[in-house]
């Protein structure tokens, strides 16, 4: 599923209108300076702009203003995952593209234009109940932009996904008795803490009354909607806290939801740091240092982002 989402045709479209918010202000601002250079040389007078040039640039410079503040937090690095683009989409559905007082009608008209575009670029796609599940794993956001039928799809989603990976006893670091070297306090304990486990197992094994299968199945279910109340419950931190560290205090408590969350809240939310290690790369692999081994551009490369 993670295959069919592509961060860039979320991140491109306010990148590239953010960027050109930024070429449009320094005009504007810098509009005195221009005209001058401009009418010095006979062969650009031509090319000063009129007041009706002027006044659609402030309408163009009106209808991105919004978007250029967003483009930053997308293209960063830090707790901006691919559960961030349904809460941004919301907020520019509900405040940034929304028609204010003074907009003329070219501001008015972009803003409809760019939200038409946003919108058909997720409506009836695949990728939406990936969106809507890294959604509902962000403590940040939790079901707060999604309606009913979106939780629903959600929870489904989970629920599905975390008893695949129970039956097909995928390993979950998060449950104790499951993580390599816990149990280092001599043999005495590890051999107790065995006995307990198969204790524990054969309990689990009574409560099923020996019927395998689909009553396997129903308790699997049960405990991840066990789990997913309990997360529900919690009180949502805040958009400056790190999503992936929350989870790692949870995870004892939340196993399969934390190994799930784990998964989804790693996809980026655009494309921006790739393109940037891919520009780190290329200053380190230059033509002078062309016969670089490849093992050692990944280790050049780690350290010149991690230092």
């Keep these: 599923m993670e295959g069919q989402f592509r961060p860039s045709v979320f991140e491109e479209s306010v ?74 989409l919301a907020l520019f559905d509900a405040e940034i ?29 695949d990728s939406t109940t990936l969106l809507k599940t890294a959604c509902f794993l962000d403590p940040r956001f939790k ?27 995928v390993k979950n670091p998060f449950i104790l008795s499951e993580v390599p070297g816990e149990s280092s306090e001599g043999e005495c304990h590890q051999g107790k803490r065995k006995f307990g486990d198969l204790l524990q197992k054969a309990k689990k094994r009574g409560q099923v009354g020996g019927v395998g299968g689909q009553s396997a199945d129903l308790n699997n279910d049960e405990k991840i909607k066990k789990e997913i109340g309990t997360y529900l419950a919690t009180e949502s931190i805040q958009w400056e806290a790190d999503p992936l560290e929350w989870w790692k205090g949870e995870a004892v408590k939340l196993p399969w939801l934390a190994l799930l969350a784990k998964k989804y809240l790693s996809i980026c939310g655009s494309s921006s740091s790739s393109e940037r290690l891919f520009s780190t790369a290329g200053d380190i692999v230059t033509a002078n240092r062309s016969r670089l081994q490849p093992e050692k551009v990944r280790m050049f490369t780690f350290l010149a982002k991690n230092l």
Aim: hydrophobic share 35%; glycine share 4%; proline share 2%.
């Design 97 to 125: 593209f929304a028609a204010k007082e003074g907009d003329t009608q070219l501001t008015k008209d972009m803003k409809r234009r760019m939200l038409e575009d946003f919108r058909s670029r997720y409506e009836g796609k």
């Design 143 to 169: 079901i707060d932009y999604l309606d009913d039928d979106e939780v629903e799809e959600a929870k489904n989603c989970i629920i599905a996904e975390c008893t695949g990976n129970m039956v097909k006893k």
């Design 15 to 88: 990148t590239r209108w953010g960027s050109r918010y930024d070429m449009i202000k320094r005009l504007l601002d810098h509009d005195e300076a221009v005209r001058r250079v401009l009418a010095m040389d006979p062969k650009t007078s031509h090319l000063l702009p009129t007041w009706q040039d002027m006044d659609v640039l402030k309408s163009i410079c009106s209808a991105l203003e919004q978007v250029s503040k967003f483009t930053d937090m997308i293209s960063g690095e830090n707790h901006v995952t691919i559960s961030s683009v349904i809460p941004t």
